[in-house]
């Protein structure tokens, strides 16, 4: 099995930064494109950044020049720092990974569970 555990949210006043963490596991041959998701209250689901394994970095237009992704591939880890938080940013973070895993070589998206961040006006 494959597991992503995300770590590093919590509360910040505006204009603070935190820094998420997702770590994969399990039978794990490569892993492709990794990013983050968010869902706000009463808000869909958007991506708010998604990087290649070739490190080719996106990100949704609100959070341009306040956050950056990053991987380290050799610890099968993604990373979004985020800085000058707003109380808009406030969501819960869920990590993403495209995985070829397992002895079936398959090859699929794995999420893990979600961290909250919440940003105080």
């Known amino acids: 099995q494959v597991q992503l555990v995300e770590s590093g949210g919590g509360l910040v006043q505006a204009g603070g930064s935190l820094r998420l963490s997702c770590a994969a596991s399990?039978?794990?041959?490569?892993?492709?494109?990794m990013g983050w998701y968010r869902r706000a209250p009463g808000k869909q689901r958007e991506l708010v950044a998604r990087?290649?394994?070739?490190?080719?970095?996106n990100y949704v237009d609100s959070v341009k020049g306040r956050f950056s992704i990053s991987r380290d591939n050799a610890k099968r880890t993604v990373y979004l720092q985020m800085n000058n938080l707003k109380a808009e940013d406030t969501a819960v973070y869920y990590c993403?990974?495209?995985?070829?895993?397992?002895?079936?070589?398959?090859?699929?998206?794995?999420w893990g569970r979600g961290t909250q961040v919440t940003v105080s006006s």
């Open positions: 990087v290649s394994n070739d490190n080719i970095t």
């Open positions: 399990g039978s794990i041959f490569n892993i492709y494109d």
């Open positions: 993403i990974g495209e995985i070829n895993w397992g002895s079936m070589m398959r090859r699929d998206i794995r």
